[in-house]
């Protein structure tokens, strides 16, 4: 069932790109891109920064969306921990914890709480800046040898396209 799953929704998906003339190391880097991009913390802009990449980058767009569509539970996950990198990082002693978060979003029309989340935001912003290019590096350089090798259009992987 979940081999069958990751056939359905990654496998398939990926060969179809290659054999849609998508070299290894552009999957890869498109890949990577909507990896790193999908994570930034803030809830709905993940879709406009992989348009805006895949443009600026001339990269195939429904590769960096697959991906930033693929990593947006990681991208709720991760809100907690880049607000607490935020202000590790910056010094900020916002301090947002998932019980705060949930206190703000359902009792959004206190300012103080508004403001509180904005100026964590903007704190886990510069921290996602901080990180993201040794994140992208890091999964480009890791995902890359795997497109060539594998190379999911091989006989060898005929068992991943039944």
Do not use: H
């Not at 799953?5 to 999957?27: D, H, M, V, Y």
């Not at 090798?149 to 396209?161: M, Q, Y």
């Amino acid at each position: 069932m979940l081999l069958e799953l990751w056939k359905k929704k990654f496998i398939e998906p990926l060969n179809g790109f290659l054999r849609q003339g998508l070299s290894a190391k552009k999957l890869s880097l498109c890949l990577a891109l909507g990896v790193t991009i999908g994570t930034f913390p803030v809830l709905g802009m993940t879709t406009i920064l992989c348009t805006l990449a895949a443009l600026i980058f001339k990269l195939n767009m429904p590769v960096i969306q697959f991906a930033n569509y693929l990593v947006y539970p990681l991208q709720i996950v991760l809100l907690v921990p880049f607000y607490y990198l935020g202000d590790l990082f910056f010094n900020a002693q916002q301090s947002i914890d998932f019980d705060t978060l949930r206190t703000i979003l359902t009792e959004s029309t206190n300012k103080e709480m508004i403001m509180k989340l904005l100026d964590s935001t903007l704190y886990a912003v510069g921290a996602w800046l901080i990180i993201s290019p040794l994140v992208l590096a890091l999964l480009y350089k890791g995902l890359n040898p795997i497109m060539v090798r594998l190379n999911l259009t091989s006989p060898r992987f005929k068992f991943l396209r039944r």
